[in-house]
């Protein structure tokens, strides 16, 4: 706190405590949906912005300030995700931008529909509400450079993943596959 009070950098901690007995009926990707909504209801700095950029995982992104550099004036941004070519897709949720108005009114209403199957869980959902085309969102110009361990499936990232990324995302560009 003290280092960002030193750079004119605001924090802010927010804390709270999931429903466990909804998180065990509908999946982990309840408590995830919870906290951003929770962030958006109580959060002082959210209250004078218009989107959240979440980060899921167990990992850091390295290049953070290079894709909030490159974000613009986006409110809402996701990660092409190569996997919807699969009859269930699944969005890319290790970072997204979304803005209150989306969220509350897209994603949230739709919580209850996550369960512990494939297509119940918060990346297919996600999917199926950007497939429906019914607001407008960008791809992240940057992609992440994701080093950890991703929290639900226990893949390992090092930072140099993001090679594959970048030939997806130029493969999207160059013959329009794939997009949402």
């Not at 085309?133 to 080093?147: D, E, G, N, Q």
Request: proline share 2%; hydrophobic share 40%; aromatic share 14%.
């Amino acid at each position: 706190m003290n280092l960002a009070e030193s750079k004119g950098i605001e924090i802010e901690v927010l804390l709270f405590k999931g429903d466990q007995q909804k998180c065990a009926k509908h999946s982990i990707g309840y408590s995830h949906m919870e906290m951003v909504n929770y962030a958006f209801e109580n959060s002082q700095l959210l209250s004078a912005n218009e989107s959240i950029l979440v980060m899921d995982g167990r990992y850091k992104i390295i290049n953070i300030d290079k894709i909030i550099k490159n974000i613009g004036n986006a409110t809402c941004a996701f990660i092409p995700e190569v996997m919807r070519l699969k009859t269930n897709g699944l969005c890319d949720m290790r970072l997204y931008l979304v803005n209150n108005q989306i969220f509350t009114n897209y994603f949230w209403p739709r919580r209850f529909e996550l369960s512990l199957d494939r297509q119940g869980w918060v990346e297919s959902l996600y999917d199926q509400v950007l497939r429906s085309k019914k607001f407008y969102f960008s791809s992240f110009i940057t992609l992440p450079r994701c080093v950890g361990v991703q929290g639900s499936t226990g893949a390992k990232w090092d930072g140099n993943n993001v090679i594959y990324y970048y030939i997806k995302s130029s493969l999207l560009s160059l013959f329009g596959l794939l997009k949402y």
